[in-house]
């Protein structure tokens, strides 16, 4: 087995008398694609911001690729490679798609005084295109990040949080405020134009479907503990994850495994 | 497309070009019109560039009056009185200061940016009045300089000379920021405005980018208060430092709009003369004229007077006057 890209350990964090993480010990393969679920409140995105650096755990540690990168400013851990999208999509509103795109680029490529040479080069443009292909957004390429529909602008955040080609993306729920039937066409563009990168993946997601198709593991969030870490076809069967995620709606299909 | 073969460049050469012919043309009083309006200008210039990542300073006259202040005490105390050393101390100090409190203002945002601004400018303005060797309430007069030795005995050809000097740097700042503008920091800080979050997982940090564009307007600021205090030939605290010159600042930010760089020396000139002919019109009341501009133009013009230029300019050659993103500060 290869080593972890990522160790957590003992990871803990409390908004005053609210314990939002509790003695979280988890670590992640490189490849690995993993589908972190929970009610609402049970810490998912607190573990994501705090991987990430948005959040500085109360103890405990986080190592990426052997390296402490706990407290570290969110900054800091995007240039390392660990990067993501958020569950409101976090785009510049007032920039036409290219020009986020760009922007994105522009950083990934040169954050010293590249700054100072032009936004509109050639050679950035091209990758910015490139992106845009890849994520089915070339049609929207001059168009105002706030004139796109909900769907392409996720796909427009998730476009830019893979620019700087980071070894780790984690998906603050990529579906959600996307219709059903949407749903599942959007998944399948973000996990082609991710595979081709071979990146680590840790996605939020509420819908099961979504969960039991696209990954390889669950974690299951509950009160700030991880209940459940499993191969979907027994995660999505585990009583406890039944009785405190998925509650009775969700039947998984007998047989149903990874897709 | 290189600097070289941007419109806005082009259109702003053109424009140094046929106003140093202007002003050898004009009136005295048109000169002076136009020293007070450009000095300024360079001032606003740095306020749009604020302002495109939505932050508004109430306090630049610290940097306005910190600028035409170098120039009246080095003149006074270390009796040197040539305009090109004068006024590169006047940028270079109020660069170095706004450099330091930049790393205060940069992590505040909104209201609190721009009174955090406005509070360093009073603990200026306090120390000027309460120091009488910095010439307390009624400020120090200032002899006319010399340019790189050169001393004009005339008043009215040193003025013009002033007016050259004062084109020539202003063409070179307005380019200057315009490649600023056109350079990815520079289109980073309106992605700022929109959202500093995803700025800092792209990997940079938003605040630095704030710090940098912060000391360019502090810059900007020290050189336009120079300019200013050799053109009036005179410092004082009330019309250059106090809060209300800040007011001005802004003033003129909003009427010039943040279209253009060229757009604050269009709004400049177009208050210096509307001040000037309010207070004729009305001694007492040119307050209610000027502020009746104001409101007429954001109601009716918010992209300000560069929008209405690019309008008429729009209609006569029927292509896009380098209105580039009129609407990025705008506020709606």
Sequence with gaps: ?259 | MSLARDRTVQGLTLALGVMLIVAALVPSWIVNQLLFGFSRAIAVLGLMVLWRTRLVSFGHALYFGLGAYTVALIERYAQVSDAFVLLAAAALLSTVVGFLIGFIVRRYRDIFFAMLNLAFSMILYGILVKTEALGSTDGFTIEAPTYAGIAFEDASQGKLALLCLLLVVGWACAVGVQAYLRSTLGRLTTAIGDNEIRVEYLGYSAEKAIHIKYVLSTFLAGLGGGFMALALGQVDPDSMVNWTASGELVFVTILSGPGSVAAPFIGSFVFEILRTYAFEWMPHAWQMIVGGTLLVIIFFVPGGLWALVARVAERLFGARAGAGPAAAGTGR
């Design chain 1, 1 to 259: 087995m290869p080593p972890p890209i990522l160790d957590v350990r003992n990871l803990h964090k409390n908004f005053g008398a609210v314990t939002a993480a509790s003695n979280i010990n988890v670590s992640f393969a490189p490849g690995e694609t993993v589908g972190i679920i929970g009610a609402n409140g049970a810490g998912k995105t607190t573990f994501v911001n705090m991987i990430t650096g948005y959040l500085k755990p109360t103890r405990g540690a986080i190592l990426y690729r052997s390296r402490e990168i706990t407290g570290m400013p969110p900054r800091a851990i995007a240039r390392l490679g660990i990067c993501r999208s958020f569950q409101v999509s976090q785009v510049f509103v007032s920039l036409s798609v290219l020009e986020n795109l760009l922007t994105a680029v522009a950083i990934a490529e040169s954050p010293g005084l590249g700054m100072l040479r032009p936004l509109r080069r050639p050679e950035l443009i091209a990758r910015a295109e490139g992106i845009m292909e890849r994520y089915r957004i070339a049609a929207y390429r001059d168009h105002l990040a706030s004139d796109l529909s909900q769907g392409a602008r996720k796909l427009l955040d998730i476009a830019m949080a893979v620019v700087g080609k980071p070894r780790i993306l984690l998906l603050d729920e990529p579906t959600s405020g996307i219709s059903t039937e949407e749903k599942q066409p959007l998944m399948d563009v973000v996990m082609d134009a991710l595979r081709q990168d071979e990146l680590t993946v840790l996605f939020i997601e509420h819908d099961m479907e979504i969960v039991e198709r696209y990954v390889d593991r669950v974690l299951a969030f509950y009160q700030g503990e991880i209940i459940c870490d499993a191969p979907p076809a027994e995660a999505l069967r585990d009583p406890k994850v039944l009785e405190f995620v998925i509650g009775a709606e969700y039947q998984p299909e007998p047989g149903a495994g990874h897709a």
